[in-house]
């Protein structure tokens, strides 16, 4: 089928953290590998073993119909942001579907909690070119620098704030492909992006480069990013 690209992305009901620890944040690595398969997913709880989750993957490879192909991913407290292309017609609202009820039922079960745990349906924007990709690729990847210095996006970063920021996200924060991007195994085997990254951007030293410039020109950036998201 045709390859059509979107970015989307959802958040806690009424804003509330979906994240609460470090295994939360696993289990839902775990869920976008798992949930990425035509065929039903059996006895996930059982399945899941927060401990087998390495550094150079979600889990043991198995085999897979994958209803997405993920290129870019970021998990952050109370949200979380995917760039992925359809593999298969109703591929992305079959894959939300599942991951929704999927890391509720997990996460409700864990807090003995109950209710809906995501605001609503998933939102979806579609990607129409090139310069939205690369906005887009840039924008998932620095979403943790809000937690690193909150404002940074209004106030924008000196060249040594950028240093720090690259250094927040290669050494203290592994909750996004952006690891995988620069040529570090955090969880490849979650991503599709061999392709992706070689021909956009060059490879990952063509990356890293244009992510920093990116982020010291952030706010040149604004009005091809605010097309990034429904209103």
Known sequence: ??????HTYNRGVEKRKIFMDGTDYLRCVHDFYEF???????????????????I?????????????DIIVWCLMPNHYHLFSTPKVENGLPRFHQKLGIGFSNFFNTKYKRS???????????????????AQLVCYI???????????????????????????????EY????????????????????????????????GYREFFIDWLRYYEKN??????LFLD
């Open 141 to 171: 990847h620095s979403n943790p620098l809000d937690l690193w210095k909150p404002g940074w996006k209004e106030n924008g970063l000196s060249s040594l704030e950028i240093q720090g920021a690259l250094k927040f996200l290669e050494k």
């Open 174 to 205: 592994r909750w996004s492909s952006h690891l995988d991007y620069l040529g570090i195994k955090n969880f490849p085997s979650l991503i599709s992006n061999n392709e992706f990254l070689i021909n956009f951007f060059g490879g990952p030293a």
């Open 56 to 68: 150079n993957g979600t889990s043991a490879e198995k085999s897979r119909n994958k209803l997405i």
């Open 115 to 133: 209710g809906v745990l995501f605001q609503g349906k998933y939102k979806k924007v579609q990607v129409v070119d090139d310069t939205q990709m």
């Open 1 to 6: 089928m045709e390859s059509i690209f979107y």
């Open 222 to 227: 604004t009005d091809s990013i605010k097309r």
């Open 36 to 54: 990425n398969d035509t065929d039903a997913v059996i006895n996930l709880n059982r399945r899941f073993d927060g401990n087998r989750i390495s």
